[in-house]
């Protein structure tokens, strides 16, 4: 597989044209609209419990971060969570630093793009082109869609949904790459190839140094290094939209006033060779808030809960999950569940037993460092034996990695 070129040849303005998008840069500096509505103590007890699980691994001693105790967490424990892919000090500082991320993904993933058995250099098989030139690269240790030229490149998912296919409540969420300041990305809420242009649906726009949608201004962001990746998530409830950027909550739009219908993404190489890249695409369906699923049902999943591939290393956009279950299980102190862990079919099924069995006691280790009891939680693995859906499509792998948490 052929490596992507890195070498800027030439200096071209990159603007894309936009009904609405002037003064945005103007909007963008006035106005910051980032709301922050996290609970102050649960806060407090994640970052506490970050760092006396830190301080264990590290061989400092410290308290763990069981409910109500102070003991020093023993031995066995600290060789477990680093078994378990969940307590090194890397993972540990990256866990800590979106502590305070609220973003949770949808139940049911109806659009899945993991780039797996691609080619390099062809189009992405799972996307149809409305104009420009996009291919398949390799980058690191997999592969990327590569928007491979300066003219604005538009592509959309190809869904088995005709018509309409976001519901009123979905999240949408990738990994984009700004390989310099004028790298930018657009998201339309509309499908350009196969539905009508609607009267009006805002454009979400993202750049490294600011995030804005449409007519409703924009947040600027600091300062970074580049080249860089970045978690980029969307969330849309009824009519209330949220984006993030990485561990921000960068834009909270209370009324949208339109109805997303399906997706675009638009990119292009700001300067020939400065690549703009995206990966890990996906969209899922929202759904009734956790506890509310626990009493109807005595139990919920979630894919919101990631890890590294073949590992049970838990990434760190999975703290918005965590972080609710966490406020759930303070707010209701007599609420004790079961971490189970599944997997999809590929590769041997006792690597994927094994595997599960490790991804829920991460689970389980991360949560007890945010202040919830051991004895409230109990973990099981069942590996790739519970599918929830078919195995024969990257959707229905997707919606069988999951975690589920089972009432007690």
């Known amino acids: 597989m052929r490596r992507i070129p890195w070498i800027a040849v030439a200096v071209f303005l990159f603007a ?8 945005f840069n103007l909007l963008k500096k006035v106005q910051e609209n980032v709301e922050r509505r996290v609970d102050h103590e649960v806060d407090q007890s994640i970052d506490h419990g970050l760092d006396e699980a830190e301080k264990a691994v590290k061989g400092e001693g410290g308290e763990s971060a069981g409910e109500g105790s102070s003991a020093p967490m023993k031995s066995t424990e600290r060789e477990r969570a680093v078994e ?5 000090g890397t993972n540990r500082r990256q866990l800590k630093a979106w502590s305070k991320y609220d973003f949770v993904p949808g139940d ?5 793009d993991d780039l797996k058995d691609e080619e390099s250099g062809e189009f992405p098989s799972r996307w149809d082109l409305s104009t420009g030139n996009v291919e398949i690269a390799e980058y690191g240790d997999g592969n990327v869609i590569n928007f491979a030229t300066v003219r604005p490149c538009l592509i959309v998912p190809l869904m088995t949904q005709k018509g309409d296919y976001l519901p009123e409540k979905f999240t949408i969420e990738f990994d984009a790459y700004f390989s310099e300041f004028c790298t930018r990305y657009i998201v339309k809420l509309w499908d350009v190839v196969n539905q009508k242009p609607p009267k009006y649906i805002p454009e979400v726009f993202i750049e490294p140094g600011s995030v804005g949608v449409e007519g409703f201004g924009g947040t600027e962001l600091a300062g970074r290094d580049y080249p860089f990746w970045e978690h980029i998530a969307i969330s849309f409830n009824k009519r209330a939209l949220k984006v993030y950027f990485g561990k921000q909550r960068v834009m909270n739009i209370p009324n949208l006033r339109a109805e997303p219908m399906g997706l675009t993404i638009v990119s292009r190489q700001c300067h020939q060779g400065n690549q703009a890249l995206i990966k890990n695409i996906r969209i899922a369906k929202g759904s009734k808030k956790l506890y ?3 009493v109807a049902d005595g139990r919920f999943a979630t894919h919101g809960i990631l890890f590294d591939v073949n590992k049970a290393t838990i990434r760190p956009e999975s703290m918005g999950v965590i972080n609710k279950i966490v406020k759930m299980m303070k707010a209701h102190e007599d609420l004790k569940l079961r971490i ?3 997997t999809d ?7 994927n037993q094994e595997l599960s069995e490790k991804r829920a006691k991460s689970v ?3 949560l007890v460092e945010a202040g919830i009891a051991s004895s409230r939680l109990k973990t099981k693995g069942y590996g790739e034996s519970k599918p929830v859906d078919s195995n024969a499509t990257p959707e229905g792998k997707a919606n069988n990695r999951r975690v589920e948490f089972v009432k007690i």
């Open 16 to 23: 894309f044209p936009s009904i609405g998008y002037a003064g």
């Open 84 to 88: 378990d892919g969940s307590s090194s």
């Open 108 to 112: 049911e993933i109806i659009f899945m």
């Open 292 to 294: 509310d699923r626990i």
């Open 340 to 342: 189970e862990g599944h």
């Open 345 to 351: 079919s590929d590769g041997d099924k006792r690597f």
């Open 364 to 366: 389980k280790a991360v």
